[in-house]
């Protein structure tokens, strides 16, 4: 299982860990792992600090193009002001890492910190299938949408709104989605019911193809 792609149209619903004995993908919340001080995020509209969401390790649960873990920050600073939902403004970051460093070292205060919850993944679900179903046998698309709205590793943006995938600047196609967020698993500050996507950029090789972008409940 080691060298198996996931494929694009496989997700991995997203779970607290509860056993010794589950496979640990990453962790919501808490203090992230392997962060310097000088790699800590900052907001490029406010400059404050950033504060951590989640931090995912590349498995057969994810394809992160090489890199060996993302990490996930968002301004929390001036209570929306600095457009932390946006893509492209810098009030959230997707920070890529190609070694994995599980040590802990000291971080700015933030003002926010969530609890930490170590994550595990169910079963694959093939996505394509689902669609399939909506297609060939009827199943109302609502519904099916509606079993693929929770924390997952991933598969299609179940969109609350519009469908907001980012475009690669090379202009060359959409982005494809890492990771879905909700507030179930913790209550990230992005309103009750907010989602929020993490998306790479397939074109670009850098350490900047992640994006991140919410939309509110
Ligand atoms: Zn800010």
């Known amino acids: ?17 509860t056993q010794e004995s589950d ?12 962060i310097r001080s000088h790699q800590w995020p900052r907001c490029r509209v406010c400059g404050s600090p950033m504060c ?10 994810i394809d992160l193009h090489g890199f060996a873990r993302m990490s996930v920050f968002i301004c929390h600073a001036t209570g929306g002001r600095c457009e932390d ?7 959230n970051k997707v920070l890529l890492q ?13 003002v926010r910190v969530y609890r930490r919850v170590k ?22 698309l609502k519904s099916a949408l509606q079993g693929l709205k929770h924390d997952k590793l991933g598969g299609g943006a179940v969109w609350l709104h519009n469908d907001d995938t980012p475009q690669s600047p090379s202009g060359q196609g959409p982005m494809r989605m890492l990771l879905q967020m909700t507030t179930d698993v913790v209550t990230f500050d992005i309103t009750r019911g907010g989602m929020a996507w ?4 397939p074109w670009d090789p850098s350490e900047d193809a992640g994006r991140l972008l919410w939309q509110g409940g």
């Open 198 to 201: 993490v998306f790479i950029d």
């Open 119 to 140: 994550l595990t993944v169910d079963p694959a679900i093939d996505e394509a299938a689902v669609m399939r179903d909506v297609r060939e046998r009827g199943v109302p």
């Open 98 to 110: 190609r070694v994995r460093d599980d040590n802990l070292y000291d971080g700015p205060p933030t």
């Open 85 to 91: 939902w946006d893509p492209w403004k810098g009030a």
């Open 1 to 17: 299982m080691g060298d198996m792609k996931p494929s694009a149209w496989l997700s991995y619903r997203l779970r607290k860990a």
């Open 52 to 61: 951590h969401m989640a931090q995912i390790d590349a498995g057969p649960w």
């Open 23 to 34: 496979s640990i993908v990453g962790a919501y919340g808490g203090h992230p792992r392997g």
